[in-house]
């Protein structure tokens, strides 16, 4: 196989999850913009991501968040997922939505919340064994405000007796993912607030416990693939939350603030032996003010362009380039890989695999937004918290 052939390959392989709350309404603690056409339950989500999916190719599941996705028949939906041509994809807990959760969550210093958290932490898992998912996505809202307010180390040491719970319930084939955020809604202390508490728990639970990155849950300036080329590594990736921040969890499309940054991280995921089924690449994103499947469509294929980008660096002659402690000519490398224009690339990649060379024209001619704006009228629309 020529390496153009083996890079085009790589693309058709590729596999972005898109996330459930993305095709529902979501804003800022200011203000909600509905938009019309937006699907009032699950399935009306599934069968928005399925668009997502006949258009690019490459994003064949959906992650759900319970209990926002809450349905009666959990297999059913994941037949009804299979009959669009999807599959359920990481099942991501919400212990941060309810009143008792003010003060946390499983770090909760009152074995009652904390008891109801992990009850709920379980149920996921039996959702998953219901969809067939394989990824359970824990985020934790658990932190303080203020110095003081309650035990940081006692804190720790109930995230550790909660997520060793939950880490033995698990079944074969199935992983923990654990995701840190350094801010937000905790001001002070936040209890998993960076890879290196998250991949501390993860290394205790063994292997089927596993680091999440969220691109946008760092602090500026922060070397991000840094931590990708460490976690992989160690054998901790378990996959990435992607979307873009220029000030804090802004939740926009992953590759519109930064998309060298995303061009990096993509390469020390290439470089690391990462590109593959056991790094799960998620979106987690908002889409506020944009409409919500065509933003969806352009992020995936943000994602699509980075590792074309990231694919077609000429690792040989970087490596001889570092070898010889050739700085100009080891960035020039890396360089001319990111300034390739690779849309052309993806287009033929996209014809031979039997699809539209342009995935958001061939959108908006489906017809598919006149249709829910017509169809999708009365009931209840999908918002992010609901
Ligand atoms: C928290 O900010 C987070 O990134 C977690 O992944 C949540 O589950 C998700 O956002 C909800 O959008
Ligand atoms: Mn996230």
Not at 50 to 55: D, G, L, R
Not at 103 to 120: F, N, Y
């Amino acid at each position: 196989m020529t390496e153009l052939a083996a890079v085009k390959a790589a693309l058709k392989t590729q596999a972005v999850e898109t996330p459930s709350w993305a095709y529902g309404n979501s804003g800022t603690r200011f203000k909600v913009f509905a938009q019309q056409g937006v699907p009032r339950d699950p399935r009306e989500k599934l069968a928005d991501a399925a668009q997502v999916h006949a258009v690019t190719g490459v994003a064949p599941t959906v992650a759900l968040h319970i209990p926002w996705d809450k349905v009666d028949d959990y297999a059913a939906l994941a037949k009804y997922a299979e009959d669009l041509g999807l599959r359920l994809g990481a099942i991501n807990s919400n212990t941060f939505q309810d009143d008792d959760y003010k003060l946390g969550s499983i770090c909760h210093a009152d074995p009652a919340v904390r008891r109801k958290a992990l009850d709920h932490l379980l149920e996921c898992v039996d959702i998953m064994d219901a969809t067939g998912s394989t990824d359970l996505k824990l985020w934790f809202a658990d932190g303080t405000n203020y110095p003081g307010q309650d035990d940081i180390r006692e804190r720790q040491d109930r995230l550790a007796e909660g997520l060793a719970e939950v880490y033995g319930r698990l079944g074969d084939g199935q992983r923990l993912l654990l995701e840190y955020k350094f801010f937000e809604p905790a001001f002070y202390a936040t209890d998993v607030p960076d890879w290196g508490t998250a991949y501390a728990h993860c290394l205790k639970l063994g292997e089927k416990a596993q680091v999440v990155v969220d691109t946008g849950h760092h602090a500026p300036g922060t070397n991000i693939e840094f931590i990708v080329a460490t976690l992989l590594r160690e054998g901790k990736l378990g996959g990435f939350d992607f979307n873009s921040r220029f000030y804090a969890d802004d939740d926009l499309m992953v590759g519109a603030a930064d998309p060298f940054q995303l061009f990096r991280i993509m390469y020390e995921v290439v470089r690391g032996g990462g590109y593959g089924p056991d790094v799960a690449f998620m979106l987690d994103q908002c889409h506020n003010i944009e409409p919500k499947i065509p933003a969806i469509i352009r992020s995936v294929m943000n994602v699509q362009e980075a590792t074309a980008k990231a694919l077609l660096v000429d690792r040989e002659a970087l490596a001889v380039a570092q070898r010889e402690g050739d700085v100009l000519e080891a960035n020039a490398v890396l360089m001319d890989a990111y300034n390739t224009d690779v849309r052309p690339l993806l287009a033929e990649v996209r014809g031979e695999m039997g699809l539209d060379a342009d995935p958001m024209g061939a959108y908006r001619r489906s017809g598919w937004a006149a249709k829910i704006v017509e169809e999708r009228v009365g009931g209840q629309q999908a918002g992010w918290g609901a």
